[in-house]
């Protein structure tokens, strides 16, 4: 399919999803709202070969954000909802998302990076939230951030509103790799993350979006996933094999 916003490509179990207005800084638009509900949406589908998804920008820029010259030109930036639920997807789908930073990445720019699984970034990486320099402040952005970084580090992300460093948002929790290249780096991850099945990924990422880490509060739902993992017939054969023949499930 051809998109006006991304550049995408699938291979085997992976698919890379470029940002790409270049000239308007691969800012969000409308359009690249819907080609990435859209294509994640495909991704998502349990009849997808697909369980790996990388987002990724370009050398110098990964995401200005939002459209500003929309909004300029009389909008109300739009209903927030679509892009809240692409991150959404990203953080709850039945795949392995990856972020892969190789430049700016500002407001909506760090609600992609927060919403995924794993970040790789190059060194040469920026993280920031302006949004508050312009009387607004990340709503859709920071229950993505908190949830990576803990309140406090996403708080003064948000007052401070200068760029953070690659190796900063590392130490915050933002960023999980800081490599020299990143491309390299993702390709040494991808086999063994190919290895995952999508059936215990979605179920692993839907526990995981409803586990609040307080184990009183957790301990019925953490209870029930376990019986329910230990109840799959797939799952009791995958491991009868390994403990007769020492083979892994994805071995022939």
Same mark, same amino acid.
């Given at each position: 399919?051809?998109?006006?916003?991304?550049?995408?490509?699938?291979?085997?179990?992976?698919?890379?999803?470029?940002?790409?207005?270049p000239d308007a800084d691969n800012a969000?638009?409308?359009?690249?709202?819907?080609?990435?509900?859209?294509?994640?949406?495909?991704?998502?589908?349990?009849?997808?070969?697909?369980?790996?998804?990388?987002?990724?920008?370009?050398?110098?820029?990964?995401?200005?954000?939002?459209?500003?010259?929309?909004?300029?030109?009389?909008?109300?930036?739009?209903?927030?909802?679509?892009?809240?639920?692409?991150?959404?997807?990203?953080?709850?789908?039945?795949?392995?998302?990856?972020?892969?930073?190789?430049?700016?990445?500002?407001?909506?720019?760090?609600?992609?990076?927060?919403?995924?699984?794993?970040?790789?970034?190059?060194?040469?990486?920026?993280?920031?939230?302006?949004?508050?320099?312009?009387?607004?402040?990340?709503?859709?952005?920071?229950?993505?951030?908190?949830?990576?970084?803990?309140?406090? =580090?996403?708080?003064?992300?948000?007052?401070? &509103?200068?760029?953070?460093? +690659?190796?900063? #948002?590392? *130490?915050?929790?933002?960023? /999980?790799?800081?490599?020299?290249?990143?491309?390299?780096?993702?390709?040494?991850?991808?086999?063994?993350?190919?290895?995952?099945?999508?059936?215990?990924?979605?179920?692993?990422?839907?526990?995981? =979006?409803?586990?609040?880490?307080?184990?009183? &509060?957790?301990?019925?739902? +953490?209870?029930? #996933?376990? *019986?329910?993992?230990?109840? /799959?017939?797939?799952?009791?054969?995958?491991?009868?094999?390994?403990?007769?023949?020492?083979?892994?499930?994805?071995?022939?």
């Amino acid at each position: 399919m051809n998109h006006r916003t991304l550049i995408v490509s699938t291979k085997g179990p992976v698919c890379r999803i470029r940002l790409d207005r270049p000239d308007a800084d691969n800012a969000i638009d409308a359009t690249m709202i819907a080609e990435l509900g859209k294509v994640l949406a495909d991704c998502a589908h349990l009849a997808s070969p697909v369980s790996i998804v990388v987002i990724e920008g370009g050398a110098d820029l990964f995401c200005a954000g939002g459209d500003f010259a929309a909004v300029s030109e009389g909008g109300n930036g739009g209903d927030p909802a679509p892009l809240y639920d692409v991150w959404q997807v990203l953080a709850e789908g039945p795949f392995v998302s990856i972020a892969l930073v190789q430049g700016r990445a500002n407001a909506g720019g760090v609600g992609f990076v927060a919403a995924c699984d794993l970040v790789i970034a190059a060194p040469g990486a920026s993280f920031a939230l302006s949004e508050l320099l312009f009387g607004l402040y990340p709503a859709c952005v920071l229950p993505f951030l908190i949830q990576r970084t803990g309140r406090q =580090a996403a708080h003064r992300m948000t007052l401070m &509103t200068k760029p953070v460093s +690659a190796q900063d #948002a590392h *130490r915050a929790g933002l960023v /999980d790799m800081v490599v020299d290249d990143p491309e390299t780096a993702l390709q040494r991850e991808i086999p063994r993350l190919a290895r995952l099945q999508k059936p215990a990924l979605e179920r692993y990422k839907s526990y995981m =979006a409803q586990c609040s880490g307080d184990p009183t &509060t957790d301990r019925a739902a +953490a209870l029930s #996933a376990n *019986r329910q993992m230990f109840s /799959d017939p797939d799952v009791i054969a995958g491991i009868r094999r390994y403990t007769t023949d020492m083979k892994f499930p994805w071995e022939p």
